[in-house]
């Protein structure tokens, strides 16, 4: 018992929360769940009640996100491995000081892995020489996954899409529909500033409070009516005043890749 790790689970999908929970019940019996939240503000409270070594962190949540609670979990000497369905976040993981990084659908043999860095780190109390060498490491294996998917909640799990069959997503309320290339649709219950965020700007542009499109698949745009696009799909989408410079910024730098 004298390598039992303490760690809490941190994210807003109940999905989440639980199908984590029961994999590191089932695979990592090393790992002793002390609390679960789903906030960052309830995974402070946990920091301040419990002794914690380990936080199984969701990057994409509501108000704070979990970069934010990373000044705390240093604080509280807690070590954090990122829990996420999107890959774009990998650059910021690197820099947040994360242990690891972990790509939702969580695989059990890659959850394993993390678990087991996690113990020999914490157990052994390295210097910050080599925490440089361990970020090297995540880097190279982020690097090795060359990940081009995303996981979008659907409720009972995950879907996973592959980023270049997105056509564009389109704002409803607090919800998001992702338009795909076969015509299907998904709706997923995020905001479309999370997206907006998380979509690499090399190929996605918010054009319209309500609009994000994928350059991929943009067959022409005109000023006739103000300025407006249309996909190669057929569907015209209108581009706001506010953001009309920057869309045509973009399509400059994307002609020219």
């Not at 705390?72 to 910021?92: G, I, L, S």
């Not at 999370?194 to 190929?203: A, G, N, V």
């Not at 057929?234 to 730098?253: C, K, P, Y």
């Amino acid at each position: 018992m004298s390598n039992t790790i303490n760690a809490i689970i941190v994210d807003d999908e109940e999905f989440a929360r639980s199908s984590l929970y029961f994999l590191l019940q089932e695979n990592c019996k090393v790992v002793h769940i002390t609390g679960i939240a789903k906030s960052v503000a309830e995974a402070k409270l946990l920091l301040q009640k419990h002794q914690v070594d380990l936080i199984f962190l969701d990057i994409a949540m509501p108000g704070e996100n979990g970069f934010e609670l990373i000044s705390t979990a240093e604080q509280h000497n807690a070590h954090v491995v990122f829990t996420t369905a999107y890959d774009q976040y990998a650059v910021k993981a690197i820099k947040a000081n994360a242990l690891d990084y972990l790509l939702k659908p969580i695989d059990i043999d890659e959850l394993k892995e993390s678990v087991e860095k996690a113990v020999k780190f914490i157990s052994s109390k390295k210097s910050d020489t080599s925490s440089s060498a361990r970020l090297l490491s995540l880097k190279n294996d982020l690097d090795q996954k060359n990940v081009r998917k995303i996981s979008l909640p659907n409720g009972q799990g995950y879907t996973l899409v592959d980023l270049d069959h997105i056509v564009h997503v389109e704002a409803d309320s607090n919800y998001s529909i992702f338009h795909l290339h076969d015509n299907e649709k998904i709706t997923v219950s995020k905001v479309l500033k999370e997206y907006e965020e998380i979509l690499p700007e090399s190929q996605f542009v918010r054009v319209h409070k309500s609009s994000i499109v994928n350059l991929n698949y943009l067959q022409e745009y005109n000023s006739r009516n103000g300025l407006e696009l249309t996909l190669k799909n057929g569907q015209r989408i209108a581009v706001s005043r506010r953001r009309a410079s920057d869309f045509l910024e973009r399509i400059r730098n994307y002609t020219q890749l």
